[in-house]
């Protein structure tokens, strides 16, 4: 999920039990009531503190892919590796992120 902020975000950041987890994180610039207001937006998953590192993978993964189309890609391999690519890609960035965490 796409998260929007005025100050710039953490890679993990807790909150009592949770521990939001961003990547793809970015600045940018936009027109405000007063003129250019700097923002930051990432991608963010939620998972609990207590969370093994394949729940992590499982809840990182499930923040961009719905389970139908994590499957479709997975079985679309062969006629759209483009797809198949990207999404294996994002399976490594989600496990660099839990061991990341788990660490």
Request: include cysteine.
């Amino acid at each position: 999920m796409k998260v929007f902020a005025g100050r710039e975000f953490q890679v993990y950041e807790v909150s009592g039990r949770e521990v939001r987890i961003h990547w793809n994180i970015e600045q940018f610039t936009r027109e405000g009531m007063d003129g250019p207001e700097v923002q930051w937006m990432a991608d963010e998953a939620v998972c609990l503190v207590s969370d093994s590192r394949d729940q992590m993978i499982e809840k990182i993964i499930a923040s961009q892919y719905t389970v139908g189309a994590e499957i479709a890609t997975i079985n679309n391999k062969d006629s759209k590796p483009e797809e198949y690519a990207a999404y294996q890609a994002f399976r490594q960035i989600a496990k660099d992120l839990a061991s990341g965490w788990t660490a």
